[in-house]
Each structure stands twice: as structure tokens, then as C-alpha cells.
């Protein structure tokens, strides 16, 4: 068992309330052109959840599964939902039809239109049913200073000491194995570079190019993935021999140099981190959630 400091974490309440879709006032264009609505961010999406593929979806731009939330009052309690939430936290709903229902976060989403961020839930498809756009969510933020005692070059990120656990993470001499299913070079990593802090967006894997797309075409909402070459510890950006593992937390994009979204887990500017391709590596197993895969 990979030793961390999880018994020294605060655990707090945040509050926040389910978001209306984000689209433009007119069509958007895409990539090569083509006028197109695009749905699917933010707001409640009843038929993609975790597991489901990130490619496919008719006029879909960006799909987030499930329920999408963004903190509510001043910019400063803003700011505490969209950084403070983790990846595995629980989520209750406070108020409304679905009041009592729970949920967990699978994803953070930076990047919206109007300049808002969406932490991504999962909920079951009956709570899903009853729930409302303005509802009223809180998150049990757990997660926040998470480190790995015997790996202080990898630095943890909005990941729940839960879901870390669950990753069956490998020791070796000098670093940790992990399962994701599929490791991306740099070269199709997109919209995210600059960015800070890291907890509360997300990196963009392109989805334009040809070859990029055939790459990922596999890729499931809820996959674990590593960005070779990619640094998101303080900040974001290329590093060579740096590696970021992240969890896919939206669909792909029209927009050139938008795509797939990678919310971090975990960060290591030398060989801390090393990939083990696993098809399995998704939230959907690691947090005992639904959706499909083919």
C-alpha cells in the first residue's frame, strides 16, 4: 500500500448549485468551418454518464456525463468549489425534488462560456431524474494536500485519497506504475497551457487532426490517462520527460486546438510517474459507478 498522508487532511463542506447548459448566443463554428449548435456543457446530460465514449455525440461539443455544478456567492467562494472539490468526493443534494440524493465528482471542467467552471457529478439514474437545474449541491471536500510520503517528486492533484487508493498504484525504485489506458504525447495536447491553479481546469487533448482523432477514438469518459511530457504542478505546461495523469472529464471538440477534457490527478517533472497500459482504468470501476463500455 502506497503510504500517504490522508489522516492529516481537512475534510470541508462547499456549496454549489447545478448549472444551466453553456452554449453561444449563434452558431458556433467549427474547426473546418461547419456552422454547428454545441451541447452538452453544463446543465443536466440524462443519457452519457461515465464509461461512455467521447466521441459520437450528435452537435455534442465538450459533453459533460452527468450533472455539472459551479460554486455560487463571491468570486472567493467561488473560487473555494472549484478548487477545493476533488475527484471522488461525495455530493449530496441539499435541496429541491432530489434533496438526499448522493453523488460523487468525476471530473473539472475549466474553460466555459461566460467565464465559469463546472465541477462534473455522477449521479444514479433515478436522482438524476429528479434533479433540477439551480439545485443546490454539497460537496465533502476531501482531498487538498494529499501527498505521496514516499514520492514527494509526484505531486497529488484534486484526487480523493479514496480514488488514489483504488488506482492500484505500483511502487518501483524510484517512481509509481500506473494503469491508464492510454498514454498521449504532447503533440496533440491542446488548450490548457499557462494555466493556474491547476486544481480547478483542465487540460484539452486536440480533436481535429486526423491521426489525433484515429488515436483516440477509444478514449471513455472516466478513462485514466498520461500526457507525456506535460506539467501540472503550479502551473501548466510542455516540460520534456515531465508526465501529468489526469482523468477524461468531457467529450471531444469541434474547436481547433479544443478537445477531449483531462482533469489532473497527479503530476511528476521526471520519471515519477511511469504508465501501465490497463483498458480497465476508469472511474467507472474505481468508484463503483454506471455507464457502458463497449
Request: proline share 4%.
Amino acid at each position: 500500500m502506497i503510504r500517504t498522508n490522508k489522516e492529516s487532511l481537512l475534510e470541508v463542506a462547499l456549496i454549489g448549485e447545478i448549472t444551466h447548459p453553456a452554449v453561444e448566443g449563434s452558431y458556433m463554428t467549427a474547426w473546418d468551418g461547419t456552422p454547428m449548435v454545441g451541447m452538452g456543457r453544463g446543465g443536466i446530460v440524462y443519457n452519457v454518464k461515465v464509461g461512455d465514449p467521447c466521441f459520437g455525440w450528435a452537435w455534442g461539443e465538450k459533453v459533460e456525463p452527468g450533472a455539472s455544478a459551479d460554486g455560487i456567492g463571491k468570486d472567493r467562494e467561488k473560487g473555494a468549489f472549484r478548487n477545493l472539490s476533488c475527484i471522488g468526493n461525495r455530493v449530496k443534494v441539499i435541496d429541491g425534488e432530489a434533496k438526499g440524493e448522493a453523488g460523487v465528482v468525476v471530473g473539472k471542467r475549466g474553460y466555459v462560456a461566460g467565464g465559469g467552471h463546472h465541477v462534473v457529478i455522477h449521479f444514479e439514474e433515478e436522482a438524476l431524474e429528479k434533479l433540477a437545474i439551480g439545485d443546490k449541491v454539497q460537496v465533502r471536500a476531501h482531498g487538498v494536500g494529499l501527498s505521496l510520503v514516499d514520492h514527494p517528486g509526484v505531486r497529488v492533484v484534486s484526487s480523493s485519497p479514496g480514488l488514489v487508493e483504488a488506482m492500484n498504484l505500483e511502487e518501483v525504485e524510484g517512481g509509481i506504475v500506473v494503469p491508464v489506458t492510454m498514454e498521449i504525447p504532447a503533440d496533440y495536447v491542446g488548450q490548457g497551457s499557462g494555466g493556474s491553479p491547476v486544481e480547478s481546469s483542465n487540460w484539452d487533448v486536440q480533436t481535429q487532426s486526423p491521426d489525433a482523432v484515429t488515436a483516440l477514438k477509444g478514449l471513455k469518459l472516466g478513462d485514466i490517462v498520461l500526457l507525456r511530457d506535460i506539467l501540472s504542478a503550479w502551473g501548466r505546461g510542455y516540460y520534456e520527460g515531465a508526465a501529468t495523469v489526469g482523468v477524461v472529464s468531457c467529450g471531444a471538440s469541434s474547436r481547433m486546438g479544443q478537445g477531449i477534457g483531462v482533469s489532473v490527478l497527479m503530476t511528476s517533472r521526471d520519471e515519477g510517474l511511469r504508465p501501465r497500459i490497463d483498458p480497465e482504468a476508469n472511474l467507472m470501476n474505481y468508484l463503483d459507478l454506471g455507464g457502458e463500455r463497449e
